[in-house]
């Protein structure tokens, strides 16, 4: 079972830029789909972006355009990079990884990380 630490949080001024970097405990490239979900105080957790099994970025529409998913295979590390950030965007944000077999993410297998605090003023 993979494990997820998040990094990278932090206060940011609106119109500023963040990336979030997430360490899995082993190799994820090929074996799990990898994804960014964030909670805001009162409202329920919600995708932000995510690679889905044939490896295609998928964004929530709220980020379209400023958020952008990417992975270091070599590192075993997946990031979200955030730009124009605006107040709305202040939650906190998981990682997570679902297990990937034959192209399907099953999302019944995910691990999550412990979360990291982004708040935009």
């Known amino acids: 079972h993979v494990q997820l630490v998040e990094s990278g949080g932090g206060s940011v001024q609106a119109g500023g830029s963040l990336t979030l970097a997430c360490a899995a405990s082993?190799?994820?490239?090929?074996?799990?789909?990898m994804g960014w979900f964030r909670q805001a105080p009162g409202k329920e957790r919600e995708e932000v972006a995510r690679?889905?099994?044939?490896?295609?970025?998928d964004y929530a529409e709220s980020v379209k355009g400023r958020a952008s998913i990417s992975v270091d295979s070599t590192k075993n590390t997946f990031q979200l990079q955030m730009n124009s950030l605006k107040p709305e965007d202040t939650a906190v944000y998981y990682c997570a990884a679902d297990r990937r077999v034959g192209g399907i993410c099953y999302e019944s297998s995910r691990a999550w990380g412990q979360g990291t605090q982004v708040t935009v003023s």
């Open positions: 690679f889905d099994g044939d490896r295609n970025a």
């Open positions: 082993r190799s994820i490239y090929y074996d799990y789909c």
